[in-house]
């Protein structure tokens, strides 16, 4: 009989029949880690069997969308996404806490990031090169035994990044209440100053400012534009930066995840933790995730810690401008307080480092290595 074992640290999956080794084959796992919520986009772990056995017979880089072949890949096409490629193991998770594996579709399967293998770059499926996922698919049954073994050995590198006043020079916030009326502008203004100088608690506000705002789709469309016009000089070149030294960059903001999520785009940033907000099929105001944690002081520790548990890493540092910037200091390796756009005196004063542009070789040292 024939069983799987995966090691997210070694990022390998050794295939073994009986007792007697097969062979080795190398993968990419999740970039966000381990873990077993829906939607997380992180791997699960613990016990399963391969319930499933999709694309036998199919071309090499067929792409399957929702386990239907829908055409083939071209290797020159240009899309970055995560496909599901040639062929795929459905898995079926074996434990409690992985119970809901199938409902998550968590696969084994080709890729068209076959350059990002050995490194963990999925969206929460196990990555193999096309070639190993037809030698794989042809050892194996419907009732093999898979065992994928949790990190145990730091390796990650995390970046940490607020979004409004340091990787863009506006608050999204503000210039929601801009678009609204000149005096719900200066008194949402005067709420977000207070909150970030700590003068008052992020959680006390935030949703005051909404409620006075009630912004529509129209205008989140404009600021996610104004957000993109203000990019930080520097600030493209420095996530590029960051990611050659191997350390994956998130946008951490209390801001709006679809208006920030174009700036994601264009600063090549795969990852946005921010809060989600809700428009009526007219574009209406329909309110947002009022318990998303970074609606609350503190709330980016729980995110981080979050990144902490499920990606072991090495290293994590902070940048932003706020005091639920600097509130992360216990939680991070280092604090860089970010003073490009606005100059926070508690947060200059706190921060483990004080810069005010991506160049400054006080940041810039740091990633180095």
């Known amino acids: 009989m024939t069983r799987i074992v995966i090691s997210l640290d070694l990022q390998e999956l050794d295939l073994f029949r009986g007792d007697e080794f097969v062979r080795t084959y190398r993968i990419s796992s999740g970039e966000k880690g381990m873990g077993f919520v829906e939607g997380s986009f992180r791997t699960p772990t613990g016990r399963f069997v391969i319930a499933g056995k999709i ?65 963990p770059a999925s ?3 196990i990555r193999l090169a096309n070639a190993d996922m037809i030698d794989l698919f042809e050892q194996v049954t419907d009732t093999t035994e898979v065992i ?55 959680n006390e506000v935030f949703g005051r400012r909404m409620e006075i705002i009630r912004p529509d789709k129209s205008m989140a469309d404009e600021v996610a534009r104004l957000y993109i016009d203000h990019i930080m000089p520097g600030a493209k070149e420095f996530i590029a930066f960051v990611k050659s030294k191997g350390w994956i960059p998130v946008i951490l903001s209390g801001g709006f995840e679809p208006l920030i999520r174009p700036l994601a785009n264009i600063l090549e940033i795969n990852h946005v933790e921010a809060v989600p907000i809700f428009f009526d099929k007219y574009g209406a105001y329909a309110g947002y995730e ?27 540092v902070m940048v932003g401008d706020g005091i639920s910037d600097l509130e992360t200091q216990p939680d991070v390796d280092v604090m860089v307080g970010f003073g490009g756009v606005v100059t926070r005196e508690k947060v200059r004063s706190g921060a483990d480092v004080w810069v005010k542009n991506f160049e400054e070789l006080g940041i810039l040292s740091l990633f180095s290595k």
């Open 55 to 119: 694309g036998k017979g199919e071309p090499i880089f067929t792409r399957f969308t929702a386990r239907v072949p829908v055409g083939t890949w071209d290797p020159s096409d240009p899309n970055n996404g995560d496909l599901v490629l040639t062929r795929i193991l459905r898995l079926d998770g074996q434990d409690e806490a992985n119970a809901n594996t199938m409902e998550r579709h968590i696969y084994i399967h080709g890729t068209n990031r076959e350059d990002m293998i050995g490194v």
């Open 123 to 125: 969206h929460g499926c």
């Open 148 to 202: 994928i073994k949790p990190l145990t050995i730091p390796k990650a590198k995390l970046l940490f990044m607020d979004c409004d006043s340091t990787l863009s020079a506006i608050e999204g916030i503000d210039e929601l209440a801009r678009l609204s009326d000149p005096a719900i502008f200066a008194e949402v203004v005067a709420f977000t100053n207070a909150a970030m100088n700590g003068d008052v608690l992020l």
């Open 290 to 316: 009022c318990d998303f944690p970074t609606t609350r002081n503190r709330g980016k520790n729980e995110i981080i810690n979050e990144w902490r548990e499920a990606t072991m890493p090495a290293k994590v």
